[in-house]
């Protein structure tokens, strides 16, 4: 009985001891997942502190909280500062959730200081970053961030004509006899294709051409055989190809086989396939500005310039590479955060492997664009 | 003698066994073939009730006839072609008769012409198969002439006739050098089927570019994009310039509209600008400040 009211004692007296310790001292890394590598600071007693907290709110969504602690809010307002961070016209970054962030001092004083945070942001096409070099202000007995805005421009308001051109398909109906003449796949070509080993896996790079007069939905299918023509294993080209191909459009394609050496395989047995799809010859996008950045950081950079009046909400940028004999090394993509608006650049960059990038002699950059405004 | 004596017996046991049997066993007779869908009869021996049973693709069917009287099956009564059994049953005795129902008269032609869009100037590019059926769909597999016709406005008709095989005819023909719709059109006697088929320009012969100052632009503009037989290469299709200066290189996807494809680069001095559709390269430009 005795040992019993000590054990009683001993747990009532923990559990006080720890409420009072939850309480003054509460577990921070489980606020949310998405800052627990943040550091966190309650008060903004450091520029670094300032910085955590209002990447923190942005984290939250509490953008009124993030756009209360800035520095220089005269500059803009809370909902341009909200549209700087979540973007406009249903862009990537739109349906975009910060999955998290890094922050480095570049410089400080007593008064001053200078911090690049990179922001990690996860979408439905993966993870996207997002570089922003942040000035903090000491004011007083805190530190306040000058959050650099950066504002869509706007487009004049106008009228850009267009030819309008597109194709509506007719398919066979129920009732037709089977003998009745249905509207045919487009024809497709394999006009390239070289495996790869990368990384310790393979990857099948290649060229589809679309030789039809109508629009096609391509996709491309990879199996790999050992040298006794086992299959090793099948895969498809996923995202890493443009899908709607108009007549005489070409577009890269990557079919990565993980865990599978290239000195498995025997051969590669490639399946096309192409639909027959409505399409739309527009909107036409200008790819200007590319040029290839060298090590550390190497990469296709470039802009994308919207020619026609019609808002691209999300485009895709694929990158095909080749080397000085003009095979094809290396297919990547990316997809811009941002909407393109009419006549308005926008950047992209695709990130190219190091040992790929010092083999590269040219390249070819192709883009495909979603419309919500399309299928309306 | 002996010999004789022990024949005679078994002989006189096997011919009264036979003649129980054939005074039991139900008689009819039926035609080996019949036209689907045609009337036939079957006339059977005998008295007394009997049932027939009729077992065939199309099913099976059970009718109470009288032996002694005709068995008669009204037109349109069995349409599936195929292979029948007839089974007279008396008692426990039966009697079977196999017999083949075949197709009628031509009725309708299946006509399959593929493919759909063909580039112009392709031998045996387009194949038209022909499947003859009778009214009731089933195949006619004895031998009919079935004459393919592809005619086009800009090509003089070509036609041929071919036998069918198992119910089958088909033949390859050419496209035309011009691109138009063809009519494909597949006859046995007066049946008559038709497909069209959409003869399309081939390859581009050339891209020729032109270049012109446009502000700080440059305005690009093709030429009417041709195949090597004079087809104007249709709307929508992809022309890829392409505009180099330096390290730097800048591509636009242009679609022909109203034969040409147009579009508006930087204009930089020392560009090298090119046009491309597909495979096939057009010619390049050395932009020297309008010059």
Known sequence: ?376 | MKRGITFWPGLLAWLAITQFALAQSPEFRLPERVKAGSSFSAPTAGSGPAILYIAGPGGAFRRHVRLGETISFAAGEITRAGHYLAVLVVGSFAETKPFDVVAAQPAALSFLAKPSRVPVNQNDGISGVAYVFDVFHNIVLEPQQVSFVLSATSASPQSRTVSTGNGVAWIRMNSAAKAGPAQFEASLGNIRERRVVQQVAGEPCTVRLSAHESGPKIRLETEPVHDCSGNAVPDGTIVTFTETYGDNQATVDVPLKRGIAQTEMPARRGALISAAIGVVMGNEIRWNGGQ
């Open chain 1, 1 to 376: 009985m005795k040992s019993g009211r000590g054990l009683a004692l001993l747990v009532a007296t923990a559990t006080i001891a720890l409420v009072v310790a939850g309480t003054l001292w509460p577990n921070l890394a489980a606020t949310s997942a998405w800052d627990a590598r943040a550091r966190i600071a309650g008060f903004s007693s450091s520029s670094q502190s300032a910085v955590n907290n209002v990447l923190q709110a942005i984290g939250r969504h509490d953008w009124q909280g993030a756009y209360a602690s800035l520095a220089n809010k005269e500059e803009f307002s809370e909902p341009e500062f909200e549209r700087d961070l979540t973007g406009s016209y249903g862009s990537l970054r739109s349906y975009a959730n910060l999955d998290g962030f890094d922050i480095k001092p570049l410089r400080a004083s007593a008064d001053d200081a200078q911090i690049r945070a990179r922001l990690r942001w996860s979408s439905v096409v993966g993870t996207f970053q997002d570089s922003r070099d942040l000035r903090v202000i000491r004011s007083g007995d805190r530190w306040k961030v000058v959050w650099p805005i950066v504002k869509e421009p706007r487009v004049p308001p106008q009228v850009i004509p267009v030819n309008y051109l597109r194709w509506d398909v007719i398919y066979r109906g129920p009732q037709d006899d089977w003998g009745a003449q249905d509207v045919e796949s487009p024809h497709v070509r394999i006009v390239a294709m070289h495996p790869v080993d990368h990384g310790g896996e393979v990857a099948v790079l290649g060229e589809l051409l679309n030789e039809d007069i109508v629009p096609a939905f391509v996709t491309v299918k990879a199996t790999l055989l050992a040298s006794n023509g086992a299959a090793i294993g099948d895969e498809d080209s996923f995202d890493k190809i443009c899908h709607v191909l108009l007549p005489k459009q070409v577009t890269p394609f990557r079919i990565d086989f993980p865990k599978v050496r290239l000195a498995q395989v025997g051969s590669v047995r490639i399946q096309p396939s192409s639909a027959l799809v409505p399409a739309s010859a527009d909107p036409v996008i200008e790819i200007q500005s590319q040029r290839l950045s060298p090590l550390p950081d190497p990469s296709l950079r470039g802009e994308l310039v919207n020619q026609s009046g019609q808002v691209v909400n999300v485009a895709h940028v694929i990158g095909t590479f080749y080397d000085h004999r003009g095979q094809i090394i290396w297919v990547a993509d990316q997809y811009p955060d941002r909407a393109l608006l009419p006549q308005t650049p926008v950047p992209f960059s695709i990130p190219l492997p190091a040992d790929v990038s010092t083999k590269v002699g040219t390249f070819r950059a192709v883009v495909s664009t979603y419309s919500a405004s399309r299928f309306q």
